[in-house]
T-cell receptor, first 114, second 115 residues
Framework: AQSVTQPDIHITVSEGASLELRCNYS??????LFWYVQSPGQGLQLLLK??????LVQGIKGFEAEFKRSQSSFNLRKPSVHWSDAAEYFC????????????FGTGTQLKVEL | SAVISQKPSRDICQRGTSLTIQCQVD?????MFWYRQQPGQSLTLIAT?????????ESGFVIDKFPISRPNLTFSTLTVSNMSPEDSSIYLC????????????FGSGTRLTVV
């Protein structure tokens, strides 16, 4: 069965500092990997996704993520955080080929200090 | 990417009643999914809405409690039946379509409070 672990429940960073959110997945074959962001009272917005090819994926809002098969990881990074990045971030895994259910991690709540 | 309209955006309901949530997509999509997000929790898949056939439910979710319809490729409903306070959650519709660059798009959710 597929699963996702986000080890950090809460993270606080200063505005302008770099950010890395961790995500480890368990899946028996080639996974599809996603990062979503959820602001309070909002739905989920896709930041980026990995299907195949280049293991460094660029997303919206200046985010990027790197797929590391050997470590079963898909960590999200941003070189300089903005106060508006404060939100909850979810990593998700799905079966290759698409059209299958996504399994979500428990989320990481990001707080940005001014 | 596909645009999803989910209604209602929020509701407060009495226990023992039912609420039907609608999910309308602006284009035909292959797959539609319903998720539940309990307060402070992550998302859990309730079921996959199949066009023209019965929905496929995940372990722990049953059709009598969460009946789902999908009459065509752009519309689905989820009903939360015989509600109790434990059903207070955000319910989200999600779609997958190959025309969506193989992406999964989410609606803005329905915030349900059962009193």
């Amino acid at each position: 069965a597929q699963s996702v672990t986000q080890p950090d429940i809460h993270i606080t960073v200063s505005e302008g500092a770099s950010l890395e959110l961790r995500c480890n997945y368990s899946y028996g074959a080639t996974p599809y990997l996603f990062w979503y962001v959820q602001s309070p009272g909002q739905g989920l917005q896709l930041l980026l996704k990995y299907f195949s090819g280049d293991t460094l994926v660029q997303g919206i809002k200046g985010f990027e993520a790197e797929f590391k098969r050997s470590q079963s990881s898909f960590n999200l990074r941003k070189p300089s955080v903005h106060w508006s990045d404060a939100a909850e971030y979810f990593c998700a895994v799905g079966a290759a080929g698409g059209g299958n259910k996504l399994t979500f991690g428990t989320g990481t709540q990001l707080k940005v200090e001014l | 990417s596909a645009v999803i309209s989910q209604k209602p955006s929020r509701d407060i309901c009495q226990r023992g009643t039912s609420l039907t949530i609608q999910c309308q997509v602006d284009s035909q999509v292959t797959m539609m999914f319903w998720y539940r997000q309990q307060p402070g929790q992550s998302l859990t898949l309730i079921a996959t809405a199949n066009q023209g056939s019965e929905a496929t439910y995940e372990s722990g979710f049953v059709i009598d409690k969460f009946p789902i319809s999908r009459p065509n490729l752009t519309f689905s409903t989820l009903t939360v039946s015989n509600m109790s306070p434990e059903d207070s959650s955000i319910y989200l519709c999600s779609v997958y379509g190959t025309g969506n660059h193989y992406g999964y798009t989410f609606g803005s959710g329905t915030r349900l409070t059962v009193v």
